[in-house]
């Protein structure tokens, strides 16, 4: 999967060399002589990208203008997975090529979800005696046997350690290509002191190298079994093969469910979730189908431009056009903590910043509202509601000038998790008062908020455009393909028009 990394990440307030390279106070010669050498050969790895972008723009004048499509959204959105589903069809060889490394994301997603249980146990369990008179009424009790079964799992939590470190390369000039960020699924009501952090890494970089071990050097091979090597010692498939049926039952325990449900803690909406799976993600040979990879969470960090091929056939014969897909993080303030706080506007805006260098010549912005985060916040901002947060951002790109003559189309995504959690009895109302007295059921909610996104668009865009909009479950490959071509023929039919009128 062809992937390369652009120069501008972010803009220069959360760049990360700027952050790495401010020289540090009480600096001496010693360390300033360091610092200037790595200066120096981070300007040298700058200026040989510039060269490479300006080669390439230089060889893009010469051919045809490729076919360009920026996905766009808050955090957890589906960005990443749309791709992925672009990637799947069109280039199905180099996606499955990965999945070795995609094994390794499943895998450490699982022991990310046993760590939140195993939290949430630690937490109770420091309530302290039955007896005691800030333990509100009928609280369940961790028993003996489940605190016995949290100890046995508690090697997961160094399993997830050993994957976490090697997804974050060391070094300073590392700082781009991962970091930990804040875990983004709160549910509403959930007490801050329960974030959890979470690895971002930058696709642009090659991640998926870290796990290059476990890939044979027959990339060609389509027999995925054979590009994973099952000796390697640093592998966890044997220790998380060997706590199976622990993990199960932890899972199952009629305490923990009841915890979960206490705090508001649906984990089976959450990114990453495998925990319904355990048999076949913890047998001794996994390896994760398409759809695991699907589900397979890793959050984006910066923004990277992935190419690929489409062909389509037309009248006249079949055309191929280079497609270039840009897939930016969510996610704004990666380092959050770190630096001043800042409202909720200004997010946006730098948001909407970190974003506008990719928005001229752009043939679509696909933009995606994860509808079902009706009752979640934001994890950087904890008071600003997520799908309050999606209307905002869509508001500042339909109105964004420099898109005046883009292709706009909007995804209302996680459709699966908005019929689950509207059929649970969590209603609509209680978050979007407009929607007053209408049914708490899928069809009349996504109508509704279908309705008030082609509002905004409708009212907010520079100039009068057609406005696409799909209800998704990108997780689903089927329905998502049948989008995603119909998407495909749309752009290649307008490349063909404006080649035309050029001509
Ligand atoms: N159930 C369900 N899960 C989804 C859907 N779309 C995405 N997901 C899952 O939600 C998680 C987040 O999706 P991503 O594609 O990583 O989100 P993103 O927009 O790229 O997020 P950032 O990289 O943080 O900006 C992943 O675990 C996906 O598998 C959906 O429609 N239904
Ligand atoms: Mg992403």
Known sequence: ??????????????????????????????????????????????????????????????GPRPVKVLLLGQSESGKSTTLKNFQLMYDAKAFRAERASWRAIVQLNVVRSIHVILDVITRQQNRRSPTDDTRPPESPVVDEDLAALKMRLSPLIHVEEVLTQ???????????????????NIPYSEHPR??????AVNSATQWKDVFARLVSS???????????????????????????????????????????????????????????????????????????ILRARLKTLGVSEHRIKMTSGGMTGSISRDWRIYDVGG???LVSGHGPSRSSSSRLIARTAAWAPYFQDMSAILFLAPISAFDQVLAEEP??????????????????????????????NKIDIMKSKLESGIKLVDYVNSYAKRPNDLESASSYLRKKFAGIHRENSPAPRIFYCHLTTV?????????????????????????????
């Not at 390279?21 to 200026?47: F, M, N």
């Not at 966890?236 to 199960?248: C, I, N, Y």
């Not at 008071?383 to 508001?395: C, F, G, I, M, Q």
């Not at 490959?477 to 490349?495: C, E, G, P």
């Open 218 to 292: 027959d990339k060609d091979s389509f027999d995925s079994s054979k590009a994973i090597d099952w000796e390697d010692p640093s592998d966890p498939g044997m220790v998380l093969h060997a706590l199976a049926e622990d993990m199960k039952a932890l899972w199952e325990n009629d305490t923990v469910q009841a915890l979960l449900e206490r705090q508001n803690l649906r984990l089976q909406e959450a990114a990453g979730f495998f925990l319904d799976c355990l048999d076949e993600v913890t047998s001794l040979k996994y390896v994760p189908s398409d759809d695991h």
């Open 383 to 412: 008071r600003v509601n997520r799908l309050a947060d999606s209307v905002n951002l869509w508001t500042t790109i339909v109105s964004n000038k420099l898109l005046a003559d883009t292709n706009v189309i909007l995804f209302l």
């Open 1 to 62: 999967m062809p992937t390369k990394t652009l120069r501008r990440l972010m803009d220069d307030s959360d760049d990360p060399f700027a952050l790495v390279l401010a020289p540090p106070e009480g600096e001496t010669p010693e360390q300033r002589e360091v610092r200037l050498l790595l200066e120096r050969e981070a300007k040298e790895i700058s200026d040989s990208i510039d060269e490479e972008l300006s080669r390439e723009k230089a060889q893009e004048k010469k």
């Open 166 to 184: 090697r997804l974050i390369p060391k070094g300073p000039d590392k700082s781009d290509a991962a970091r930990l960020a804040q875990l983004t």
């Open 194 to 199: 329960l974030v959890n952090r979470e690895i």
């Open 475 to 503: 997780t689903d490959r089927k329905s998502t393909q049948y989008v995603l071509a119909n998407i495909k023929d749309m752009l290649m039919h307008q490349y063909l028009e404006d080649a035309s009128l050029i001509a």
């Open 331 to 333: 996610q704004r303030s």
